[in-house]
């Protein structure tokens, strides 16, 4: 058997690196190199909310400054709650400085506005978003974006105040802030302030027009148009074409007021009137407070309503009712407490210098003379009730009552309607007292007895009628028509006799002797008529008749 020889392996080690691996290496160390100068070159991750993604999309839709490229939106997608539109943008890193907490972002694209038209340029391009960058020191990745520009930028020159209106839905904004018509601000934001319940509209002022606000400057709303009517007719005016378009804000130093001071503090607060008119009833602040008890109706009557004394505006109604009546008092007092304030500043020049104390005496003089307040109405149409004060002889020294559960009380007397009233119901009274039933049952009889007359006189008339016919028939015939002519014929022949008795004629002298011999023989007649009137006998037994013999006296044997 052959023996088999040992054989020692020599084992080699081999090299611990292949030149293979060298490219692999070069490349990742290369892809390293690239990734990192991707991720230094880029700029912050932001996300904005915007209330709508119209005309944004992931990948095309850039941020812009000043129309220079600065970012580019990565991705769009909804909040939690579905309510708003969430935005992740990949700024530039050149950009990452103009991200401050008070930088902002709005959407560009067409939109027709105030100003005119705006974002065309967007039409082909389309939308993006512009960003204006801020002045604070801190800095922000999360943004809201705009719904409409900015005013004006955190930097800019001018002053910012805030106006308070009890009503929203006044302006927009954007919308003017005009003094004298001349276009000096805008609107720049609108919100709901919730501790002091009302709507407060941020305005931008710009330089050097902040120099007009002062601290006696009053706000009102403009609606670019208004229409007044008075003695002289229509009178129109018109603030602005924007301002008519959509309104605005106009505030002024009121005629005759002390401007004040200059306003430096931004945000200072200011009321918004809802009119000029508006304004120039509510900017005293200096009145008095009278409480007035009326023993009539109040409706009409609202807060604002005027005081007039001949005419002059003294002050305003404050509060109608001043309080409901409690359990306690109920309504056993039948008047209606209303407030009012006498305004200081519509009575008094400037000039005067008198402390409340002193007028509220003068009042109280004026109360004894005869000043009382009264309802009177303002507009028949509308029925709105205003207060007239006035002095009346019939109230001179009359007392009254001074105070009102701690108010100063007005004296009033009834108004004039109440009064016309109480008038129409006396004479109703005297014309129920009347005795209607028996007048009007003459009256009706006095209608019969004209019925009746009337029926007469139509009888009459018809029977007149009749005679006219026969008048007019007879006058028709031919005898009749012949008539006038024998009448004529026969004044001829009467003409022709008493021409024959004229003065000149043998019939009238004789006729005149004649008379004449007639006339001398009733003259011979006369004394024997008198002596047969004296007389009737004499004729008879002469003018002195012999005695009746007597018979003797015989002796009867």
């Given amino acids: 058997m052959n023996e088999q020889e040992e054989v020692t392996a020599t ?24 990734l990192y100068q991707y991720q230094s070159n880029q700029g912050t991750l932001i996300t904005l909310y915007v209330q709508t993604a119209e005309g944004i999309e992931a990948g095309k839709t850039e941020i812009r400054a000043l129309s220079v490229k600065v970012g580019v939106v990565t991705e769009v997608s909804l909040n939690d709650d579905y309510s708003a539109i969430v935005l992740k943008a ?93 276009t000096v601000g805008r609107v720049e934001n609108v919100s709901f302030d919730i501790e002091k319940q009302k709507a407060a509209y941020q305005i931008f002022v710009f330089q050097p027009y902040d120099s007009l606000i002062r601290s006696e400057s009053r706000f009102w709303l403009t609606s670019g148009l208004n229409i007044k009517l008075n003695a002289q007719g229509f009178d129109v005016e018109v603030a602005s074409l924007e301002s ?22 931004q945000m200072t607060n200011f009321r918004l009137f809802d009119d000029i008119k508006q304004m120039q009833e509510q900017m005293y602040d200096d009145y008095l407070e009278y409480a007035l008890l009326f023993g009539e109706s109040v409706r009409g009557l609202n807060p604002g309503a005027p005081v007039e004394y001949r005419g002059i505006r003294i002050g305003t109604v404050e509060k109608v009712p001043l309080h409901l009546n409690d359990k306690q008092h ?73 105070l009102y559960r701690g108010y100063r009380n007005f004296p009033t007397v009834s108004g004039d309607f109440v009064q016309f009233q109480r008038q129409i119901g006396s004479i109703l009274n005297k014309l129920n007292n009347l005795p209607v039933e028996s007048v009007l049952t003459s009256l009706d009889n006095t209608l019969i007895t004209t019925q009746q007359t009337i029926g007469t006189v139509n009888d009459a008339a018809k029977e007149l009628d009749s005679l006219l016919k026969r ?39 004789q006729l005149q002797e004649t008379m004449k011999s007639f006339n001398d023989a009733m003259d011979e007649f006369g004394p024997l008529m008198q002596k047969l009137n004296q007389k009737p006998d004499s004729l008879i037994f002469g003018d002195n008749p012999k005695a009746d013999p007597i018979p003797a006296k015989g002796d009867v044997q």
Wanted: negative net charge; without cysteine.
């Fill in 11 to 34: 084992v080699k080690k081999g090299r611990s690196f292949s030149a293979i691996w060298i490219l692999p290496i070069v490349s990742f160390a290369i892809g390293l190199w690239m």
């Fill in 244 to 265: 008519l378009i959509s309104g605005g804000v106009t505030f002024a130093v009121p005629k005759g007021q002390p401007s004040g001071h200059a306003i430096t503090e």
């Fill in 471 to 509: 008048l007019d028939n007879l006058a028709k015939k031919d005898e009749t028509q012949k008539l006038p002519k024998e009448i004529k014929q026969t004044l001829q022949q009467l003409q022709v006799t008493l021409k024959g008795f004229s003065p000149d004629s043998t019939s009238y002298q």
């Fill in 90 to 182: 990949r700024m530039d890193k050149d950009a990452n400085r103009m991200l401050l907490k008070d930088s902002t972002f709005w959407v560009v694209k067409p939109r027709i506005g105030k100003e005119g038209v705006s974002g065309l340029q967007t039409l082909l391009s389309g939308a993006y978003i512009a960003l204006r960058p801020g002045q604070s020191e801190e800095i922000e990745d999360t943004f809201t974006v705009l719904e409409v520009p900015p005013v004006a930028p955190p930097d800019a020159k001018g002053l910012r105040v805030v106006l308070f209106a009890q009503k929203a839905g006044k302006l927009s904004v954007g919308d003017p802030v005009l003094f004298d018509g001349f």
């Fill in 330 to 402: 109920g309504f056993a007092s039948k008047q209606i407490p209303v407030l009012i304030h006498i305004e200081i500043e519509r009575i008094l020049e400037p000039t005067l210098t008198i402390t409340a104390e002193e007028l509220i005496d003068d009042f109280d003089n004026e109360f004894k003379n005869g000043l009382r307040a009264t309802l009177k109405t303002g507009n028949l149409l509308t029925g709105a009730l205003y207060i007239d004060t006035d002095f009346y002889e019939d109230e001179v020294d009359k007392s009254y009552t001074k």
